[in-house]
């Protein structure tokens, strides 16, 4: 459905409401940072054997050069052979809060590489401003003082008290924010992110940035193509984020976001039925089973012995959407759909989840409960996202928004409605950057999208090459949140033949997963 077709629905009046956050979010002037002095990264050798390590200063606020800064954690694998070095190629694993230290560190390898592109050229990894180790931002002191907080707050509220009670742990939760997460909070919009990324090309000694951004990663990317479009030499966007409806039509970019995860969940149970015996959710119509299991747990909770714990529909829909992401997992999310649905859908009666059970749901957003503070990549993600959404401020505005996106799409339109109500009551603005998009760069950009990409939809990357000036897509069959999770061998030659040499696949070119890379292989 056209983007102006769903606007002209009204979607209960949040257009108005949307416009007015606008009002709220300090906008800066389009433009590139003043240029800066720089020196060079000082590198030093650090785990995993081959690796080198720095930290690198960048401004808190750009527009105060001279004042604060904070450090930027960096982490470089060498050129196989420096000889022959064509320059760095930064890359970003999206998030927003993902590190990209530890991306680096566990996958340089396999970063949208082969061994040729390896040889020659550095592979950098960093953690944005407020992400990792980049000084972290923190909403709390420890992870269980930001479990009790947001403890009471459903992924899915159905119901007025669900309602309630999340929205006031999401106020309590962004007051904490206001309080505790310091003086870079208002600086950590992707504009900032993308004036740090020209820094560092400048630190490393590369005249043109070469770039490869996942998810999030290529909000960095496209952001960093319009700044400085001169500087760029090759960008890899991977996953794209529609950068238009992110920032300037946020809410409409909500809702299309639940459109993907539905629509991948309609292919995954698709595959699955045709897959037979090779999938363990196939028996009967696995749709109406999964509606089924949906329906029932949106009734309540229920324990499910199999299990041995209680499945509400807030677990049951975190789940499909982090399930979906990644098809080399879909074997035992069909198995376990499978169990629930045994365990589920012939029971009548509900069990209450305890407040313990609520406390380690809470957590399970930011990572395992332990004593240090260990939510930073939850604080991240919302320090970013609310600084670069243009979303509406009131947060009763959000439940007939739920309402709205749930009857477009039922399984997932809830959840993305309330994730994105936590913006509501940020309580900073700060520089953001909506445009244009459209500059012409130096040499074209590298569009990838995936079929069923559930987290950025493969419209997103239609779309986004026709919005950048001059870019090609290259399209990827089957499931997966960007190439990453789709082992495409097609894919990763050409991504790599652009990076080293500047060609651009033909147009139309699409590129299947490798045959043992398919979610369900024959029983």
């Given at each position: 459905m056209a983007r102006s077709t769903l606007l002209a629905r009204g979607l209960g009046g949040l257009a108005v409401a949307a416009s007015a956050a606008a009002l709220v979010v300090a906008v800066a002037p389009a433009g590139a940072a003043p240029e800066?002095?720089?020196?060079?990264?000082?590198?030093?050798?650090?785990?995993?054997?081959?690796?080198?390590?720095?930290?690198?200063?960048?401004?808190?606020?750009?527009?105060?050069?001279?004042?604060?800064?904070?450090?930027?954690?960096?982490?470089?694998?060498?050129?196989d052979d420096p000889a022959a070095k064509i320059g760095t190629l930064f890359v970003n694993p999206g998030g927003p809060g993902t590190s990209g230290v530890s991306f680096v560190r566990s996958a340089g390898l396999a970063v949208a590489t082969d061994d040729e592109t390896r040889r020659t050229f550095d592979i950098v990894g960093f953690d944005p401003r407020g992400v990792g180790a980049s000084s972290p931002i923190g909403c709390f002191e420890t992870l269980q003082d930001l479990a009790e907080a947001l403890g009471p707050a459903k992924e899915v509220p159905i119901g007025a008290t669900e309602i309630r009670d999340t929205l006031t742990a999401y106020r309590g939760y962004t007051g904490a924010c206001?309080?505790?997460?310091?003086?870079?909070?208002?600086?950590?919009?992707?504009?900032?992110?993308?004036?740090?990324?020209?820094?560092?090309?400048?630190?490393?000694?590369?005249?043109?940035?070469?770039?490869?951004?996942?998810?999030?990663?290529?909000?960095?990317?496209?952001?960093?193509?319009?700044?400085?479009?001169?500087r760029v030499r090759a960008l890899v966007l991977d996953g794209f984020v529609d950068p238009v409806g992110r920032t300037q039509l946020s809410v409409l970019n909500e809702l299309e976001r639940a459109g993907g995860f539905e629509r991948t969940l309609k292919a995954f149970l698709a595959a699955c039925e045709a897959a037979g015996p090779g999938c363990a959710f196939s028996a009967g119509d696995p749709a109406a089973k999964l509606t089924a299991l949906r329906e029932?747990?949106?009734?309540?909770?229920?324990?499910?012995?199999?299990?041995?714990?209680?499945?509400?529909?807030?677990?049951?829909?975190?789940?499909?959407?982090?399930?979906?992401?990644?098809?080399?997992?879909?074997?035992?999310?069909?198995?376990?759909?499978?169990?629930?649905?045994?365990?589920?859908?012939?029971?009548?009666a509900a069990v209450a989840t305890t407040a313990a059970d609520a406390r380690v749901a809470a957590a399970s957003r930011a990572g395992p409960l332990v004593d240090a503070y260990g939510g930073n990549s939850f604080d991240a993600l919302n320090g970013v996202n609310c600084l670069d959404k243009d979303l509406p401020p009131d947060q009763w505005a959000y439940p007939p928004l739920a309402l709205s996106f749930e009857t477009a799409y039922r399984t997932f339109?809830?959840?993305?409605?309330?994730?994105?109500?936590?913006?509501?009551?940020?309580?900073?603005?700060?520089?953001?950057?909506?445009?244009?998009?459209?500059?012409?760069?130096?040499?074209?950009?590298?569009?990838?999208?995936?079929?069923?990409?559930?987290?950025?939809?493969?419209?997103?990357?239609?779309?986004?090459?026709?919005?950048?000036?001059?870019?090609?897509?290259?399209?990827?069959?089957?499931?997966?949140?960007?190439?990453?999770?789709?082992?495409?061998?097609?894919?990763?030659?050409?991504?790599?033949?652009?990076?080293?040499?500047?060609?651009?696949?033909?147009?139309?070119?699409?590129?299947?997963?490798?045959?043992?890379?398919?979610?369900?292989?024959?029983?």
């Open positions: 800066l002095s720089v020196a060079p990264v000082a590198w030093a050798p650090c785990a995993p054997e081959g690796f080198e390590c720095a930290t690198y200063p960048v401004p808190v606020d750009y527009a105060a050069p001279d004042g604060p800064t904070v450090p930027l954690a960096l982490i470089r694998r060498p050129a206001g309080r505790t997460a310091g003086p870079l909070l208002p600086h950590l919009s992707t504009l900032n992110v993308a004036r740090d990324l020209d820094l560092l090309r400048r630190a490393v000694g590369d005249e043109q940035l070469t770039f490869a951004g996942y998810s999030y990663g290529t909000l960095i990317g496209a952001t960093y193509a319009n700044l400085y479009p001169d029932r747990l949106r009734t309540g909770p229920v324990l499910v012995p199999a299990e041995n714990m209680t499945i509400s529909i807030s677990y049951f829909t975190a789940y499909l959407a982090t399930q979906l992401q990644r098809p080399a997992l879909f074997v035992g999310t069909a198995a376990r759909l499978q169990r629930w649905y045994d365990g589920i859908v012939p029971q009548a339109g809830r959840l993305q409605a309330f994730a994105a109500s936590v913006c509501a009551t940020w309580p900073v603005s700060g520089e953001r950057y909506d445009g244009p998009w459209d500059r012409p760069t130096a040499n074209p950009v590298l569009v990838v999208g995936v079929q069923h990409d559930p987290a950025t939809p493969y419209v997103f990357a239609q779309r986004g090459t026709r919005e950048l000036a001059d870019a090609r897509l290259l399209t990827i069959t089957g499931f997966g949140h960007t190439s990453l999770r789709t082992v495409s061998s097609c894919a990763r030659a050409k991504v790599n033949t652009y990076l080293r040499t500047l060609a651009l696949p033909p147009e139309g070119t699409v590129c299947a997963p490798d045959p043992d890379a398919a979610p369900f292989q024959p029983a």
